[in-house]
């Protein structure tokens, strides 16, 4: 168990790191996408698309997990290390592809959080100082206040009113009856 929380632990930095990474700069996903793509489908100079960076869940969820299949085959047939033939390598795999997913998403959530704190950094400024001073006036005013004072109110006695004419009076006087 310790093992596989330390790996868990180093794949999310490593999702970290690969999504800072294709942030900055996403030469391999440009050069597979000449590759594979035609003239009119390659993507545009502007793009900042990768293969992590700015992609739904299911195509960064392959990505990750065929990179990871990749090294893992590599490392099954090159070395005398066998990940897939017990259970500690299939758990280690799993937690290294869940890992980096979850580092993906964080280093989304810290850099577009980064981004806004950027942009609105001088409104957040006068926000902070604007609250601390509506709280000094809060204060102010508890402090000052003095106990707002009772006062009874008497029931209104209402006047004797003057009986109300029926509407067959009312007709009467209006000459329709």
Request: proline letters at 3%; glycine letters at 6%; zero cysteines.
């Amino acid at each position: 168990m310790g093992l596989d929380l330390i790996i868990f632990i180093a794949a999310i930095l490593f999702g970290i790191f690969i999504y800072w990474r294709e942030s900055k700069a996403n030469k391999l996903y440009r050069f597979f996408n000449k590759i594979f793509n035609s003239k009119d489908l390659q993507m545009k100079p502007g793009d900042k698309k990768g293969f992590v960076y700015k992609q739904s869940f299911l195509p960064r969820l392959l990505f990750i997990v065929g990179f990871f299949l990749l090294a893992g085959i590599v490392i099954q047939f090159l070395t005398p290390f066998k990940i897939f033939s017990s259970y500690y390598g299939i758990s280690a795999f799993a937690s290294v592809t869940v890992g980096t997913i979850i580092g993906t998403y964080v280093a989304n959530f810290v850099l577009k959080s980064g981004k806004i704190i950027e942009e609105k950094s001088e409104s957040l400024e006068d926000m902070v100082t604007e609250t601390i001073e509506k709280g000094k006036d809060f204060v102010e005013d508890l402090k000052t206040k003095e106990a707002p004072e009772v006062v009874e109110q008497k029931p209104k006695q209402e006047a004797a009113k003057e009986p109300e004419k029926s509407a067959r009076e009312r007709l009467k006087d209006k000459g329709l009856m």
